[in-house]
């Protein structure tokens, strides 16, 4: 395994299709890559992880060959390619974790499944999810409220920390919101991301001493939540029905926009993927994907010009943005305009003082 630089920020890369791993994640992998923001180093990965430094640079190392995250000024090596897995004998099924995993977690809940009312409007939306999934999805969301911590983890409230992390990982593998890139959520986009934050909010109050102290005495003094009866259809919700329709309308336009514009680019169409990613920040002033395109566009010498305008985009909805103000920079580098790059390099440099990459690049533009 060749050795990496700790001192190193990795970053997360977009467009990766995880269907396309030649095995997929493991729950600790899954979890280390959710820790990998642009701004943490590998050292610092490593200290706060829990898993370990070994298990953690085994992890890092799993993500960065499969072109998952980058590694500044690093190059990855070239991806081997996995065994396939021996079938498994015909008289001896595989188990099916998945549904023994989606078992437990609807029993940790007060009401039964059988008894849940579902907002048939909501389970009749066409998305890109199973049946199943969609209600599970509904069912634990509207029940968050009704379970604690421990019961969300589904632990017992004297669990060991391997138990716990154990339990954090099998969950937030399965709620993970890179699990559903690209696909078309709708309304159930919004519920996924819910439940992944309470369950990273129950792991590291419970897995945090002093947290999970005053966490447990909190618990002693308050009665239980009741649970929640079923989700509310639309025409119970207090907004106007009008204002809920043309927001699921818009939520879910963009995300078609922004499909097509994906589509458009693997066929080397830019021109009309450029069209789909600008009625789609009509729609929704997305930083993040306004960055991604300005990336995309980057590595395109011949649409330099659009990838400035949609960096600065980036920069305008989120003023601040480090990441914007590196994109610039890269993008003046290759237009050749060296005295704007060093002018969004030191900005850049203000907001976080601590890059090394941007300070060696500035003092290599200086020189």
Request: with cysteine.
């Amino acid at each position: 395994m060749p050795s990496i630089d700790e001192t190193l920020a990795p970053r997360v890369l977009n467009g990766v299709d995880f269907r396309s791993l030649s095995s997929p994640l493991t729950p600790e992998e899954f979890f280390v890559l959710s820790r990998v923001d642009g701004s943490m180093s590998v050292g610092q990965l490593c200290s706060v992880s829990g898993l370990g430094r070994s298990k953690t640079m085994e992890c890092i190392e799993r993500l960065w060959r499969s072109g998952l995250i980058e590694l500044p000024g690093v190059e990855p090596p070239a991806a081997t390619a996995a065994p396939e897995p021996s079938p498994p004998e015909a008289d001896e099924p595989a188990p099916d974790k998945d549904q023994d995993l989606a078992r437990a977690i609807v029993a940790r809940f007060p009401m039964a499944l059988a008894d849940f009312a579902f907002d048939q409007e909501l389970l009749a939306q066409s998305v890109e999810l199973d049946e199943d999934f969609k209600r599970e999805v509904v069912f634990v969301y509207e029940q968050l409220d009704a379970v604690n911590y421990y019961e969300l983890l589904g632990v017992p409230d004297d669990c060991a920390r391997r138990e716990l992390r154990n339990a954090y990982f099998a969950m937030s593998k399965r709620y993970h919101p890179d699990r559903f890139f690209r696909k078309l959520l709708g309304d159930y986009e919004m519920r996924i991301e819910k439940i992944f934050q309470r369950i990273t909010r129950a792991y590291q109050t419970l897995s945090n001493r002093n947290k999970r102290r005053d966490y447990d005495a909190s618990l002693a003094q308050e009665p239980p939540q009741p649970p929640i009866p079923a989700s509310t259809p639309l025409a119970q919700r207090s907004e106007p029905l009008e204002e809920v329709a043309s927001e699921r309308k818009r939520a879910m336009a963009f995300q078609l926009l922004v499909r097509r514009g994906d589509a458009h680019l693997e066929h080397n169409d830019v021109s009309a993927a450029l069209r789909e990613f600008r009625k789609a920040l009509t729609l929704k002033r997305d930083p993040l994907l306004a960055l991604r395109v300005a990336r995309t566009l980057l590595a395109r010498d011949h649409h330099l010009d659009d990838a400035l305008a949609f960096a600065r985009a980036a920069y305008k909805i989120e003023a601040g943005s480090v990441d914007a103000l590196r994109i610039l920079s890269e993008i003046y580098i290759k237009k050749q305009s060296p005295a704007d790059a060093i002018y969004h390099l030191e900005r850049a440099l203000e907001l976080q003082p601590d890059a090394a990459d941007l300070l060696a690049q500035l003092q290599e533009l200086r020189a």
